[in-house]
């Protein structure tokens, strides 16, 4: 499994907007999904668009950089600039100023207060990734160059289960699939509104997707990962307090012991557990690896490895050079190294950043040799 390439970031009002989505369609349009009427009335509330700043700096947050870059695939490019998002039961759309700040709107709520606490919450904006790239651009002179020109690549806090379901759809998989699965999914959950072409929803519970058999989701173009995003919610649900509340659980583990519990879940192997313990489990300094992140540590952290197949074994001895070089959020030091590592934002870095020629006839045994099916 590897994750997407995608457009470079330009912040230029000549943006063009984004294609309009394709049919929308439903693994089950038949079956509803649960949800109380209380909970559909507050979900439907309607506010009135209003753009607000959210005191933060490009430098802090590019959207470009955040959110089509494999960390999630529910977010929509719906303006110049703009992306919009559902975070829980808030309708969000966040955009740059041409000065690159950032604004958020609140579309549909049950609470405006709430909607703001969950984007802030969402948005990781706790951590400070202004004092974070001081450290690691101390640490490693080619990182502070490459934040000069790709600033504010910004890890997200996903929802667990939210997080968990992508990753799945994601394996092995291309960005047109991948995002056109996790759509089926997510319009089993509750609608919450219409922004720029695009329909969104809330993320369905684990109640709501258990009602999806594996048949229907193979029917509905899913293969072989009908298998395990069955098998998961199957699982989850086995969970004696809940699966919910088992993967927020995972927050307050260390890392092994997380990655060791999601792959106890049909489908997840170290690789998939990596990119959720990093986008929504806390786990600051998880390392996915895959063949763009191989590359960069076989040319700047491991050189002796360099012509070596990369094999799980090595796939631990490059997580482990990674936090000895970055420290405790070596995961947000990888993220930025592995879109600098895009073909789409090699093309915004000076003439001096070497393009590397990728070897395409091994890619997809080595970004498979971490994650087991």
């Known amino acids: 499994m590897k994750r997407p390439r995608l457009a470079a970031p330009v912040f230029s009002s000549s943006t063009k907007s984004p294609p309009q989505p394709p049919p929308q369609t439903t693994l089950n349009p038949k079956t509803p999904p649960v949800l109380s009427s209380r909970k559909s009335k507050a979900i439907k509330k309607r506010v009135r668009p209003q753009w607000q700043p959210l005191?933060?700096?490009?430098s802090e947050l590019s959207l470009p950089l955040t959110f089509p870059t494999g960390q999630t695939f529910r977010w929509k490019q719906t303006g110049p600039l703009q992306y919009t998002g559902s975070i829980g039961a808030h309708l969000v759309s966040l955009?740059?100023?041409?000065?690159?700040d950032v604004w958020y709107c609140i579309h549909r709520t049950?609470?405006?207060?709430?909607?703001r606490d969950a984007l802030l919450d969402f948005l990781n904006v706790g951590i400070s990734l202004t004092e974070l790239w001081t450290v690691f651009s101390a640490k490693d002179s080619r990182f502070a160059e490459l934040a000069r020109y790709l600033p504010g690549a910004r890890v997200l806090r996903q929802d667990p289960l939210e997080c968990l379901v992508q990753f799945l759809c994601s394996s092995n998989n291309n960005i047109g699939r991948i995002t056109k699965m996790v759509d089926l999914v997510s319009s089993l959950g509750t609608h919450l509104g219409s922004v720029g072409g695009f329909e969104f929803h809330e993320f369905p519970s684990?109640?709501?997707?258990?009602?999806?058999?594996?048949l229907e989701l193979r029917e509905a173009g899913f293969g072989y990962r009908a298998k395990y995003v069955a098998g998961t919610v199957n699982a989850l649900r086995s969970k004696p307090d809940g699966g919910?509340?088992?993967?927020?659980?995972?927050r307050k583990l260390d890392l092994q012991e997380a990655i060791d519990a999601l792959c106890t879940l049909p489908?997840?192997?170290?690789?998939v557990a990596?990119?959720?313990a990093l986008f929504s489990l806390d786990q600051h300094h998880a390392i996915p690896v895959d063949t763009h992140v191989w590359q960069i540590a076989t040319r700047h952290l491991l050189p002796e490895l360099s012509g070596a197949r990369l094999t799980p074994k090595l796939c631990s001895r490059v997580a482990e050079a990674f936090v000895s070089k970055y420290g405790k959020y070596a995961g947000w030091a990888q993220t930025l190294l592995f879109i600098s590592e895009l073909p789409s934002q090699k093309a915004l870095l000076p003439s001096h950043f070497p393009n590397v020629e990728e070897n395409k006839s091994s890619k997809r045994?080595?970004?498979?040799?971490?994650s087991s099916d």
Do not use: F, Y
């Open 55 to 58: 005191d933060l700096t490009q």
């Open 95 to 100: 955009k740059h100023l041409e000065n690159g």
């Open 110 to 115: 049950p609470s405006e207060s709430a909607a």
């Open 206 to 214: 684990l109640e709501r997707l258990s009602m999806v058999s594996e």
């Open 244 to 250: 919910t509340k088992w993967l927020l659980s995972l």
């Open 267 to 271: 489908g997840v192997g170290p690789k």
């Open 274 to 276: 990596a990119c959720i």
């Open 365 to 370: 045994k080595d970004s498979d040799a971490c």
